[in-house]
């Protein structure tokens, strides 16, 4: 008997890493376009990283918020983080679940 936790197989492939790669070439391919678009900086300094993490975080967010009907404590169980942190997020964020509703 398989330990529940253990991944599937077929044909001897590993479909959730097999999953994993191809999620991982596209978020590369998507990244790459992005960096491109936002490299260019005025003064020198680029702020590449933290602009595309609060991308990717806005649209985990909003993710999480539809799918759970717009239950706040709900959709930061889903993400694996503290309501409260969910929360103060999604201010910084300028989210509102009112207008992306």
Known sequence: MRAKNQ?????????QET??????EILEKNLDDLATVLSVSDNGKSKLHEEIMAMVEKG???IALRRSS???STA???LGINR?????KMA??????EKIK
């Open 60 to 62: 985990l967010f909003k």
């Open 19 to 24: 999953c994993f790669t191809v999620v991982e």
């Open 70 to 72: 717009y239950v706040k």
């Open 7 to 15: 991944n599937k197989t077929t044909a001897g492939i590993d479909v």
């Open 92 to 97: 910084k964020l300028g989210i509102d679940c």
């Open 76 to 78: 930061a169980a889903f």
């Open 84 to 88: 409260n942190t969910f929360t103060d």
